[in-house]
């Protein structure tokens, strides 16, 4: 049915930028608001940042003020623009639809690592 696709994580030195991007097999991202989540090795997955149909965004307060969510639906694809990353950003990112919702199957996420 629908297939998420993260990419664009790597390894970067603490102060550094990325930009991810979620691409999903559908037509999904004009009728559904989508959030990228995070785990980091021996945590729950969490949300970091959040963007309805709308376009209004909404931020962790671990990544506010560094990380832009933001996406074009005549791509259906959303990104995570990341400034001035830190050590514990390190994670696996993945992006799906918001709890209380329906949500798509798990992608494969994309692994940022953020060295000091």
Do not use: H
């Not at 791509?75 to 919702?101: F, H, I, R, W």
């Amino acid at each position: 049915q629908v297939q998420l696709v993260e990419s664009g994580g790597g390894l970067v030195q603490a102060g550094g930028s990325l930009r991810l991007s979620c691409a999903a097999s559908g037509s999904i991202f004009s009728i559904n608001a989508m959030v990228w989540y995070r785990q980091a090795p021996g945590k729950q997955r969490e949300g970091v940042a959040r963007i309805t149909r709308g376009g209004i965004t909404s931020y962790s307060d671990s990544v506010k003020g560094r990380f832009t969510i933001s996406r074009d639906n005549a791509k259906n694809t959303v990104y995570l623009q990341m400034n001035s990353l830190k050590p514990e950003d390190t994670a696996d990112y993945y992006c799906n639809t918001p709890p209380g919702s329906r949500q798509y199957p798990w992608g494969q996420g994309t692994q940022v690592t953020v060295s000091s």
